[in-house]
């Protein structure tokens, strides 16, 4: 059974960074993909940052250039790098896995996914 656990939130001033990190277990494959969403109270969940073991990457608009996905050489551990952040970042960060193979314009879609941690709080003060 595929688990996956998040760590690295907190509460942050506007302008500040955090790295989130995600420890997979289970196997990855060169077609695997995780990604990082998040959910904001009383929003829907939104994709942020998805990578894949085949080099593809993809992120949220509003993230770009802010946020940088990664994983270790392993496949097994995700992080996401946050600079910038601002209040419209505060949210429930989970990660999440799939090893089935998705299309580019599925990588942040919350469907496509089918392992998910239980997430880490990320706030974000003015």
């Known amino acids: 059974q595929e688990q996956l656990v998040e760590s690295g939130g907190g509460s942050v001033q506007t302008g500040g960074s955090l790295r989130l990190s995600c420890v997979a277990s289970g196997h990855t494959y060169r077609y695997t993909c995780m990604a990082w969403f998040r959910q904001a109270p009383g929003k829907a969940r939104e994709g942020v940052a998805a990578?894949?073991?085949?080099?593809?990457?993809r992120y949220t608009s509003s993230v770009n250039g802010r946020f940088t996905i990664s994983q270790d050489n392993a496949g097994n551990t995700l992080y996401l790098q946050m600079s910038s952040l601002k209040p419209e970042d505060t949210a429930m960060y989970s990660c999440a896995k799939t090893n089935v193979v998705l299309g580019s314009a599925s990588l942040l879609l919350e469907y496509a996914y089918n392992y998910w941690g239980q997430g880490t709080q990320v706030t974000v003060s003015s």
């Open positions: 990578i894949c073991g085949d080099g593809r990457l």
